[in-house]
Each structure stands twice: as structure tokens, then as C-alpha cells.
């Protein structure tokens, strides 16, 4: 038996290749939701487009400060392994409910398969980097993007037997659902945007949202991005942004906001967009894999691979860096390789997790 534990938005996108190989394959597991993510158009939307049978287990958990939450999905999670008694325990990436899944098995000796390890941004600031680092050195399985994940995951001293480089998942996710995207979103029409003529923005890190200079410094680069280019800027807005936004007072003038959208609606503006520039951590993968040029609003990555093969550039918050990193990607050929592996991440890591 296996457990998945996921809760954010990424996590259900991200396992979804995993959820569908385990049905297909016909391994008994169960989905354990923590309930990080509960709003509709980050949570339920993704069940409902993937096709992904409901989580057995939900713990809504919900939002509050990162000790609170973590400590709710522990205890909620620990209960639930109890009860389900897995043989393994299968948690991705560096959100607060992939540590306390991890945490809540390692306790109760339940093998842990983390996928995405070893990504490092060397940045200890970000929560997500403490996240990675504890679930990484408490699993027995890391199932690892590629060869540079791999060797940070050494450097550390993890035993080489624990690594399996599988590529990332996410791979998987979008191959398996862009066609279907790209034949059923009416996005474009509904928001007037041709192919190539506008562009794409997400922001929701704590570190550039939750600080009123820096969010404020994205705006303003936004404006004057579609004022220099005579494009219109597209832009979903996660709840953390939305709520800053608001208690921050800032104008949204010369923006297209929007509600977040599901995957359909937005790996179709993905794919058709002149350029995307993020804070996500998927979707500096997801423009790779689509051939579109990326500028990431931050001063660190942990897909430093991106920045090798030039399809992606850090930009930080600042609006004169971020205009001249959008001029240079703007003009780029897309013609890079992308270096997260292929679609077969989700059968290769539960033909594994079944040997
Ligand atoms: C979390 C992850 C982050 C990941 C992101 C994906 C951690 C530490 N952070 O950040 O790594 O990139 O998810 O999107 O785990 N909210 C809603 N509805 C929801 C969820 C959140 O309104 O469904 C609002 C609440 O006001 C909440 C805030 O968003 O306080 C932040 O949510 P939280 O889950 O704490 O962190 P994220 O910023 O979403
Ligand atoms: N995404 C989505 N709708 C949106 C914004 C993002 O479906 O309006 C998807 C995106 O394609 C990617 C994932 O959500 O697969 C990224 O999630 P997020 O940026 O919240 O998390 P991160 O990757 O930074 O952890």
C-alpha cells in the first residue's frame, strides 16, 4: 500500500502522472489530502480537469503560520498512517506538507519516497529550502530530476543506494495534458489574447509578495513592461498575492488580473504566451518544457540548470533588471533541451516503489 500525501496546488499537478500510473497499474494506494490549498481554483478545479480520484483522507488543515500548520498536518497525518498502515510513504517537493508527511513517517519507520529531491537554491531565507533539506536527509528513496540534483544530494553525503534519477514528473504532467489543453481552452478568446501577443506573470513567494517594497516593485515592472512592448500582461493572482495586494493599498492599473486559473486555461496561455515571468518554481519548468522564454522575479533558483541552457534569467524585484532581463529573453530562440528528463517519471518511480 501506498500513501501520497499532497495538499498544494503543485503537489496535485505534480503527482497527478504518479495517481494515474498507480490506477493504471492497478497498486493499491491511497491520496492523503493535508488541505494546505482548500479554495476551489487551487485545489478541487485540479481533481476535477485531471480526472484524479478523490483523496481517501483530508485533513483540512488550511492556512495559519508555518509552525501551526505543520504541527495540524503532523498530528492529522501520523492518525491517518495509523490507520492506512502503508508500506511506503510518497511526499514531493518543499511545501510544508511534504515535511510533515515526511516527518510523521520517518517517526513511524514508514519508508519515504521523496520525488524532486535535491533541488538546492543555497538559500536558507526560504522556507521552502529548509523543507527540501530535512525531507531529502530523512528519505529512503530520492527520486531525482537529473544529474545536477543527483550530485547535490551526494555533496551532502546521502547515500548514492537511495538515489534514482527519474527526471521530474512534471514532465509527464504537462505531455499528458496540453493537446487536451489546447483543444478545449477558450481562454484566449475569452480574454481577447492572440498566440504570442501577450505576456504571462505569476508571483506568490513569501519573500517578494509579503514585503510591500518588492510586490510593489513587480507592479511597477509589469506596467512598464506592457507600455514598452504594447502588450497586454496577463496576470493570475494566487490568494497569498491577492490578500497582500489589498492590505498593501496597491493599484493594479495596466494589469489583466485575474483569478487563478486551472491547469487547462493556463498551460494554454503558458504555450502562447511571448514570454512568462514567475516566482513559481513549476512554472520556471513548465516554460522550458514549452519552448517559452522565462524571467524569474527572484535572486536565486533551485533550477540553476535552466539558467545554464539560457531559457530562463534571474531577475530579481527590480524593475529596471527586470526590464532589461524581459528585452534580452524577448528576443530568444527557443531551441534549448529540456533538462527534467522525459514522460516516463511517474511509471519508473512506481515500478520502483512496487519492486
Ligand atoms: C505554498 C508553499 C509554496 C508553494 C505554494 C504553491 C509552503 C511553505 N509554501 O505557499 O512552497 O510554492 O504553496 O502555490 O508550504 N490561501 C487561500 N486559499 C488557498 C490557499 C491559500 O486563500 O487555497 C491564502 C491564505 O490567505 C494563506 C495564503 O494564501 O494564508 C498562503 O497559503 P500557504 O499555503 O500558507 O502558502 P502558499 O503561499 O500558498
Ligand atoms: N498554475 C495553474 N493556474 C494558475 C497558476 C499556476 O494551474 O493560475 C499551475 C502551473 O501550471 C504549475 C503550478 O500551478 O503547474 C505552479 O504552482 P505554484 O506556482 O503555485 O507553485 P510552485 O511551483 O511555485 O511551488
Known sequence: MIAIILGTRPEIIKMSPIIRECERQGVDYFILHTGQHYSYEMDRIFFEELHLPDAKYRLDVGSGSHGEQTGKMLAGIEKVLQIGSPDHVVVLGDPNTALAGALAAAKMHIPICHIEAGRRSYNRMMPEEINRIIIDHISDCLCTPNELT??????????????????????????????????????????????????????????????????????????????????????????????????????????????????????????????????????????????????????????????????????????????????????????????????????????????
Open 150 to 355: 543527483q550530485g547535490n544530494l551526494l555533496k551532502e553525503g546521502i547515500d548514492s543506494t537511495k538515489i534514482i534519477r527519474t527526471g521530474d514528473p512534471i514532465v509527464s504532467a504537462v505531455r499528458e495534458i496540453l493537446t487536451v489543453a489546447q483543444e478545449s481552452s477558450t481562454v484566449l478568446d475569452d480574454l481577447h489574447l492572440t498566440p504570442k501577443g501577450y505576456i504571462l506573470v505569476t508571483a506568490h513567494r513569501a519573500e517578494n509578495v509579503d514585503k510591500k517594497e518588492r510586490l510593489e516593485d513587480i507592479l511597477t515592472a509589469l506596467r512598464a513592461l506592457s507600455t514598452e512592448f504594447s502588450l497586454p500582461v496577463i496576470f493570475p493572482v494566487h490568494p497569498r498575492t491577492e490578500k497582500k495586494i489589498r492590505v498593501f493599498g496597491l493599484s493594479l492599473e495596466g494589469i489583466t488580473v485575474t483569478k487563478p486559473f486551472g491547469y487547462l486555461d493556463f498551460l494554454q496561455l503558458e504555450v502562447n504566451a511571448k514570454l512568462v515571468l514567475t516566482d513559481s518554481g513549476c512554472i520556471q519548468e513548465e516554460a522550458c518544457i514549452l519552448g517559452v522564454p522565462c524571467v524569474t522575479l527572484r535572486d536565486d533558483t533551485e533550477r540553476p540548470e535552466t539558467l545554464t541552457i539560457g531559457c530562463n534569467v534571474l531577475a530579481g524585484t527590480n524593475p529596471d533588471r527586470i526590464m532589461s532581463a524581459s528585452q534580452r529573453m524577448m528576443s530568444l530562440d527557443p531551441g534549448w533541451r529540456n533538462p527534467f528528463g522525459d514522460e516516463h517519471s511517474g511509471k519508473q518511480i512506481v515500478q520502483f516503489l512496487c519492486t
